[in-house]
């Protein structure tokens, strides 16, 4: 049978013919409709991870156990999970073990947009990159066959296109016979101290090199020879950029890009007349193979910086443009907070403080835009508390008291409780917002162990964040409503000028939170135009339910009622009285 599926679908997919018992994840832009489509399987147990690290963890046990087990995160994701992952690499795996690095170049939602194919190189363990969705069925599977027969963890990269583009899948039954977990004991293998760690190292060095002798005889590299004048060594999503844009080359399809194979590539160059590398970010290819002492044309003419596009690649290889398309002339989508967003209030009043913000991963990063402009910095989960720590402890005492952090419930629990534990423990007089919209939102409203809801919707255990927070010794906790102006103001203004470590917890539902009775929407809210002076003040919360209609020299503001969702913040900064709630 034939469906035509996402490449993250066809992921799922591949675990459930592998026989994966156990799937663990943290939700990240573009690798988190793995785990929500896996839950369709019910003989995989799966499960939202606070993070990358614990998910990673949850799958080596499982592994451990005997149990196949399918790790997956975002290309950022695998920095918090490198410490496991890299002696994991020296344990070994018992049932095979699948980490999938979803990368995204051009930072579509993302704050950096590293190779992860450098991780796979560094921590010493197997890479295969897939370059459609049939390959993403196909790659998973063949992915814990290689972990098992090589006693190693298998990473799989696929990127943005792969993970959200669609295409044919040929479904196959689940494959049967596998062992039974169950525990088995052996410190030798799975304990690493250094004497035992220092055994394995050897074992490590010589698996590659058998690696690299199988990668020469695996059939996902293959050559596919045509015109020899040029011939293109690529792999991923950037194949199929080849393929469209130099239809006549020959080309050295790489399957696993990690060891890569020397023979393979060796004969290959000796059957073309010029040898290109195509490749997205890194000359992580070309590199290898130059130290090979093949001569290969790469990052002279294909940008480092970057998503490939067949755009790109014809101007590299000065070919023509094809004419414009449609797509091209598609008006810009600005990124904004949704109509309602409790988030709005908070950096509104943050705005008018003049505080200086540090802000951390999620949608209330958007507090950095304009006309909001509330966010200062922006690093990586969890940075923001942290970085609060460190500048309050450079400046004077009346500086200090701008400093804020903000944090969402989901990334608080992620990686940022140490950095609070940081704060109480070295007594810094910082304060922090932990916005609490009861949801991990910005990946697609994904539960997370403050929403008291598992992955598969089961009612569960719901952090107490007031508690939490205090159990970490922080003695001032305070809880606003975001939504209410004045109040939220008010207690900023007072635990900003407070001399010791503080905690705000903002607590309003995400306007698109999925389940029922947990967001309801207000009556709403117009602008009686007699009223309305044109000063714009509505116009600073940037709503995008808030439209400006010119008239003249002033005009007036419009609320489009499709948008509005009734949560009445612009009422309270229109000085006016203007905008006033529907009866």
């Not at 199988?214 to 050559?223: D, E, P, V, W």
């Not at 890194?282 to 193979?289: A, T």
């Not at 207690?491 to 306007?511: A, D, F, G, N």
């Not at 007036?556 to 006016?576: H, M, R, Y």
């Amino acid at each position: 049978m034939k469906e035509i599926l996402s490449g993250n679908e066809a992921i799922a997919r591949g675990a459930f013919e592998a026989g994966v018992k156990v799937a663990s994840a943290y939700p990240g832009t573009p690798s988190t409709e793995i785990l929500e489509n896996i839950i369709q399987y019910k003989d995989i147990d799966a499960s939202w991870a606070p993070n990358e690290k614990v998910a990673l963890e949850v799958g080596i046990g499982a592994s451990f156990g005997g149990g196949r087990a399918l790790v997956t995160m975002k290309h950022v994701g695998v920095n918090v999970a490198a410490d496991p992952l890299f002696t994991l690499s020296y344990t070994g795996v018992n049932g095979g073990l699948v980490l999938v690095s979803a990368d995204d170049p051009e930072m579509h939602s993302s704050q950096n947009e590293q190779d992860n194919r450098n991780y796979a190189k560094f921590a010493k363990v197997p890479m295969l990159e897939s370059a459609d969705s049939q390959e993403c069925k196909d790659f998973t599977k063949l992915a814990f066959a290689i972990s098992e027969q090589f006693d190693t963890p298998v990473m799989l990269r696929t990127t943005t296109r792969t993970s959200h583009g669609k295409s044919i899948v040929t479904l196959e039954e689940p494959v049967a016979g596998l062992p039974v977990p169950k525990l088995t004991r052996n410190a030798a293998k799975f304990v690493m101290l250094p004497s035992n760690a220092r055994v394995r190292h050897p074992f490590i060095e010589e698996r590659t090199l058998k690696l690299q002798q199988y990668a020469n005889t695996l059939t996902i590299n293959r050559m596919e020879l045509r015109d020899r004048s040029i011939g293109v060594i690529t792999s991923g999503i950037p194949y199929q950029y080849v393929r469209e844009v130099l239809p006549e080359a020959s080309v050295l399809k790489l399957g696993m890009v990690y060891p890569l194979p020397d023979k393979l590539i060796r004969e290959f160059a000796g059957k073309v007349e010029k040898l290109y590398i195509v490749e997205e970010l890194d000359p992580f290819i070309e590199e290898q193979v130059k130290a090979m002492g093949v001569e290969v044309i790469g990052k002279e003419i294909i940008p480092i910086c970057g998503e490939l596009t067949p755009g790109i690649l014809r101007k590299a290889f000065k070919l023509p443009e094809p004419a414009r398309s449609r797509v091209d002339i598609l008006p810009g989508r600005p990124p904004n907070m949704c109509p309602g967003c409790p988030h709005r209030g908070i950096f509104y009043t943050l705005n008018q403080l003049k505080a200086y913000v540090m802000g951390d991963i999620g949608c209330y990063t958007l507090g950095f835009l304009p006309p909001l402009s509330a966010m200062d910095t922006c690093v990586c989960m969890g940075a923001g508390i942290g970085n609060a720590i460190g500048i309050t402890k450079v400046l004077s005492t009346e500086e200090q008291k701008k400093v804020v952090a903000v944090i969402g419930d989901s990334t608080f629990l992620h990686s940022g409780i140490t950095g609070l534990l940081d704060m109480v423990y070295n007594n810094v007089p910082a304060t922090v917002i932990i916005l609490d919209n009861r949801i991990t939102a910005m990946t697609g409203r994904q539960e997370n162990p403050a929403s008291g809801f598992t992955l598969v919707g089961d009612e569960t255990f719901k952090v107490d964040l007031p508690q939490l927070v205090r159990s970490l010794g922080v003695k001032n906790v305070r809880i606003v409503d975001p939504l209410n102006i004045d109040e939220t103001k008010q207690v900023l203004q007072e635990e900003m000028e407070r001399p010791e470590p503080s905690v705000v917890i903002t607590r309003r539902p995400c306007v698109l939170i999925k389940r029922e009775g947990v967001y309801e929407n207000g009556a709403g809210v117009k602008v009686d135009i007699e009223l309305c002076a044109g000063c714009k003040a509505c116009l600073k919360l940037g709503c995008p339910a808030i439209i400006w209609q010119a008239d003249g020299k002033k005009g007036k503001a419009f609320i489009d009622p499709q948008l509005c969702t009734g949560c009445n913040v612009c009422e309270q900064v229109c000085k006016l009285n203007a905008i006033e709630a529907k009866k």
